[in-house]
């Protein structure tokens, strides 16, 4: 079975500072997509970005970038120039090729940018 | 990106009872999925909306409490039956399209679900 972990409950970053949010997952898969979701207040679930596992290429949208870490399996968010709308809910999920785009989601991290 | 709407918005239900969430999608999409995101927790597959069959259900879910229908491309329902307290949560339909994102996924707003 496939568990991804987010180790921070909670983080809070001065508006304009750069942080970033780490994910960690378990698998034995070769094949798979990590994903980056936000879910603000409104609780309206938002893509931020996505990893596929067989690029070395770190992905990039925007302010957000991820630090993908294939051997160790870490997949950390980091978001530049913080805004005050990026306080939300930050989800880590890993996506199996071959299951029918069954998506396992991580606990979240808490995130409050602070004016 | 899909355009995705869930009805209602969020409900009060009494226990014993039962209540069917709507999802539609502004486009047609291969796949269909329903999650629970129980309060200040992570979203939990319940169940991927198989059109023309039968839902495939994750561990810990089962046809008869959590029926859920797929009748055509581009909308599907959940059913909560016989309501507790524990069903309390959030619901959530999510899609993926067709085509070369079909590995992507995009959320509806959500349905919050009060049993009282």
């Known amino acids: 079975a496939q568990t991804v972990t987010q180790s921070q409950p909670e983080m809070s970053v001065q508006e304009a500072e750069t942080v970033t949010l780490s994910c960690t997952y378990d698998t034995s898969e070769n094949n798979y997509y990590l994903f980056w979701y936000k879910q603000p207040p409104s609780r309206q679930m938002i893509l931020v970005i996505r990893?596929?596992?067989?690029?070395?290429q770190n992905a990039t949208e925007n302010r957000f970038s991820v630090n993908f870490q294939k051997a160790a399996k870490s997949f950390s968010l980091k978001i530049s120039d913080s805004q005050l709308g990026d306080t939300a809910m930050y989800f880590c999920?890993?996506?199996?090729?071959?299951?029918?785009?069954?998506?396992?989601f991580g606990t979240g991290t808490s995130l409050t940018v602070i004016p | 990106s899909a355009v995705i709407s869930q009805k209602p918005s969020r409900d009060i239900c009494q226990r014993g009872t039962s209540l069917t969430i709507q999802c539609q999608v502004d486009?047609?999409?291969?796949?269909m999925f329903w999650y629970r995101q129980q309060p200040g927790q992570s979203l939990t597959l319940i169940a991927t909306?198989?059109?023309?069959?039968?839902?495939?259900?994750e561990s810990g879910f089962v046809i008869d409490k959590f029926p859920i229908s797929r009748p055509n491309l581009t909308f599907s329902t959940l059913t909560v039956s016989n309501m507790s307290p524990e069903d309390s949560s959030i619901y959530l339909c999510s899609v993926a399209p067709s085509g070369a994102l079909s590995y992507e996924q995009y959320f509806g707003p959500g349905t919050r679900l009060t049993v009282t």
């Open positions: 486009s047609q999409v291969t796949m």
């Open positions: 909306a198989n059109q023309g069959s039968e839902a495939t259900y």
């Open positions: 990893q596929e596992a067989y690029k070395q």
């Open positions: 999920a890993f996506m199996k090729l071959d299951t029918g785009n069954q998506f396992y």
